[in-house]
């Protein structure tokens, strides 16, 4: 499969369905009406992109 930005992304909340699927959720999408709340993956290049765990404080 092709690697997703999404996956290493700090906007991104997974979501599993009952069923087991599996979503990627742009936290983005809740301030920002430009990003899409699913977007359709892969996403290769994305502007809102911020990588996961590198320097903000508010990191979980
Ligand atoms: S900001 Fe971009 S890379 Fe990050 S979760 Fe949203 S769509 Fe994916």
């Known amino acids: 499969m092709t690697p997703t930005l999404c996956e290493t992304c700090r906007w991104m909340r997974e979501v599993i369905t009952p069923k087991e699927s599996r979503f990627l959720l742009c936290q983005l999408s809740i301030?920002?009406?430009?990003?899409?709340?699913?977007?359709?993956?892969?996403v290769v290049?994305?502007?809102?992109?911020?990588?996961?765990g590198e320097s903000h404080a508010d990191d979980a």
């Open 31 to 42: 301030t920002n009406p430009d990003y899409p709340k699913y977007p359709p993956q892969p």
């Open 45 to 52: 290049r994305c502007e809102g992109y911020e990588r996961r």
